[in-house]
């Protein structure tokens, strides 16, 4: 049976009694030390979840991150058009063509808002990450330096 969760609480009562539709209520007993240990539990697991799936785990930036940077490039596809747009392998090879080595691929969007008509761009990109002192051969390419913070990992 699938019954209604109701809160009975009353002034004279310090502890509400629950009802879910079975014969008999009971009691839900608490203080409020238990309820800001567990408030305080649920923040530092949602904390330590969240943050590692944006990639903040707590480990200092290596050397060789700080020599790397993202390009990126739209993949040139349209809203409403099947198989349009180039493969990420494509984009690739014209930076390998060039002499830049990507050690690192990732499809994104541009993170910016576009009109929701067939035609229009859809705003994918291919982002590679590559060494800084050839950013510059990658922008005369095509390719443009992905914004701090951008969505690439």
């Not at 567990?38 to 697991?45: K, P, V």
């Not at 990126?72 to 830049?100: N, T, W």
């Not at 005369?140 to 690439?152: M, N, V, Y």
Request: proline share 5%; charged share 20%.
């Amino acid at each position: 049976m699938i019954g209604v969760v109701k809160m009975f609480a009353s002034l004279s009562q310090s502890q509400p009694a629950i009802d879910i539709g079975l014969d008999t209520p009971f009691e839900l007993e608490y203080d409020d030390r238990t309820m800001i240990k567990s408030a305080l539990q649920l923040i530092l697991i949602g904390t330590f979840f969240c943050g590692n799936a944006l990639g903040f785990s707590g480990k200092a930036a290596s050397s060789s991150s700080a020599e790397r940077a993202w390009v990126m490039i739209p993949d040139g596809s349209k809203q409403c058009g099947f198989e349009s747009g180039i493969e990420i392998k494509s984009s690739e090879v014209i930076l390998k063509k060039a002499g830049i080595r990507v050690e690192k691929t990732q499809k994104s969007t541009d993170g910016m808002m576009h009109i929701q008509m067939c035609g229009a761009p859809t705003g994918a990109v291919h982002g590679f990450l590559i060494d800084k002192s050839q950013v510059a051969e990658a922008e005369k390419l095509g390719f443009t330096p992905a914004p701090d913070g951008f969505p690439f990992q």
